[in-house]
């Protein structure tokens, strides 16, 4: 791998904004992610070796495009980074091939049947963006196509023909979003084919994934993830978890098999909807999924004197919050497993645990997202003490 150098084979490097590497190997790539975890976190614990991909090309299975017009050409691409200038993409090598292959057809589908583009400055138009998620183990595809409106001209011929030419499509999604915003995608969501969901299999266990709900970008490097996360909980079967951030349940259900019970709490009612669906569908009973607030369930966890033996958190980039923290350590739990897409953030919320009682023992990175900056870490939390 130390002769891969994407900057020989990508045409659209430093322009799309997807990817951020240019000259270095991926082994170079792997040790510069561990010194910028490092750099944020090597104060609280040591950090070990960046678990690196077998194979780092076409791993992205959530692929999103926008549509545009160039010169009166209807292109599909990603925004140049920085800006809202839209560089026409092929051949994504990050991206799964497949759904590469579905946006380069609805585009020329667009084209041929006329439908018009949507203008950001006008307001005006139809197609907005396009959304693949494929299910890697189920090899299962769902389409959405995010329109400005419901209406949607020629919509059964459109999905008749696309179906045609791509006969491993399982579902197909029209998303309306009709407002002046740089979201992706809309809170309606029409069923054009199939089911509206695709399944794939994570651990072991089957995952029902909907247009909006999290699912890791990366399946087969989220299992390392997942696994790490599962031996730094070191479950013996008689722990109550809390798997905060839960999304549709994938942390909290592989954990499950190894604890007492696990409560699941998600701010996003979609995402709750299929994690019920998904316990349903493995036939986990000691899982529970809330709606609502993690911080203000473990605040009243805290209040009617229950508490936890595990806490995992997954947030988002941007980390969680010192009421989080302070929530978190109220039920006093020995372990705390924090996932981090983010070291800036991370460090921050590891100064605030430690403020609140906790130490980092050691934290492991992978590698989800090769060529791209992002780093993801599994760090290990202890009560102090313990």
Known sequence: MSDVKIYKSCPYVKKCGACHIGDRTYEEELAQKKQQVETYIKKYCPVTDMVGMYYPYHYRNKVHAVFGRIKDEVVAGAYEEGTHRIIPIKNCLIEDAQASKIIETVTDLIKSFKIWIYNEDTCRGLMRHILIRKGMSTKQIMVVIVTAGSRFPHKNNFVAKLRSLHPEITTIVQNINDQDTTMVLGEKNKVLYGTGYIEDVLCGLRFRISPSSFYQINSAQAQVLYKKAIQAAALTG???????????????????????????????????????????????????????????????????????????????????????????????????????????????????????????????????????????TVVLIQRKGT
Request: charge should be negative; aromatic fraction near 8%; include cysteine.
């Open 238 to 376: 008689t722990e109550t978890v809390i798997d905060a951030y839960c999304g549709i349940g994938t942390i909290g259900m592989a954990m499950a098999a190894k604890a007492k019970r696990v409560f699941g709490i998600e701010l996003n009612s979609d995402a709750v909807r299929d994690a019920r669906a998904n316990a349903k569908r493995n036939n986990i009973a000691n899982i529970r999924f809330v709606a609502g607030d993690a911080t203000e369930y473990m605040t009243q966890m805290s209040e009617n004197g229950e508490h936890a033996d595990v806490v995992v958190l997954d947030p988002p980039r941007s980390g969680s919050t010192e009421a989080f923290v302070k929530a978190a350590a109220s039920i006093a739990p020995k372990r705390i497993i924090y996932i981090s897409c983010n070291p800036e953030t991370l460090g921050r919320d590891l100064e605030w645990f430690q403020k609140a009682g906790y130490r980092a023992v050691r934290a492991e990175g992978v590698d989800m997202f090769a060529f791209t900056n992002h780093v993801e």
